[in-house]
């Protein structure tokens, strides 16, 4: 159970950071919360963090980086990477739209403001809506829907993140002005990595 908790605490984290920019809440969280640190070694030792006002690293360091990550000279969707003709799929036929669905999870664009569903975020966020069911099944000793829904997850990190996400995270990381999102970029890639290796031994079992 405190393995699924971990497990979906650093889905809901990555999401994060992943999908928008940071605002001051995140930002304390991150610097305020050692275990949190301790995945950004960079950062952690980066004197900004702590020389820098919180108004000044977000306007002038974080923010502008994920700009030019995410917006002017990468693109983190999915679709992108899959379909012959680089285009992003932000219709119905998307193939990650099904998948959520099916496990009721709504994208909310206005507030994502992505302009489709495999949004690398949005997929990151789904991960840890599966994980959070499956600490639900766990607390009810829902042995069944435990297994289910690893397979889910199993399913989804094979035939989508670790499809596509490895190529946008390591062009992530190259292209990274700030520590927060070069060491997010090796933390993000580096995680759906080993948690695929853990749902492999867990459904082995």
């Known amino acids: 159970m405190q393995q699924t908790q971990a497990r979906a605490n650093i889905y809901a984290l990555l999401s994060r950071i992943l999908l928008q920019e940071l605002d001051m809440k995140t ?4 610097k305020d919360d050692e275990n949190i640190l301790d995945f950004f070694p960079t950062l952690k030792e980066w004197k900004q963090l702590t020389e820098v006002d919180d108004a000044k690293l977000l306007n002038e360091y974080f923010n502008p980086d ?12 999915e679709t992108f990477y899959t379909r012959d003709d680089q285009m992003v799929e932000t219709g119905g036929a998307n193939p990650v739209t099904d998948i959520y669905s099916a496990y009721n999870f ?20 789904f991960m840890h809506h599966l994980a959070q069911a499956e600490l639900k099944a766990l607390e009810e000793n829902d042995a069944e829907a435990v297994k289910e829904l690893q397979i889910v997850e199993h399913e ?6 670790i499809n ?4 946008y995270l390591i062009n992530m990381k ?3 002005r700030t520590p927060l999102y070069y060491d997010g970029a090796e933390m993000a890639l580096e995680f759906i990595l080993s948690d695929n290796e853990y749902l492999t031994e867990a459904l082995a079992k």
């Open 164 to 167: 596509w996400a490895p190529m």
């Open 66 to 77: 994920f700009v030019n990550l995410s917006i002017l000279h990468l693109i983190p969707y």
């Open 174 to 176: 190259y292209e990274a």
């Open 27 to 30: 930002l304390k969280t991150i």
């Open 156 to 161: 989804f990190l094979n035939k989508h993140l």
């Open 106 to 125: 709504m994208v909310d664009f206005e507030a994502s403001r992505t302009v489709s569903a495999d949004h690398i975020g949005v997929e990151f966020e």
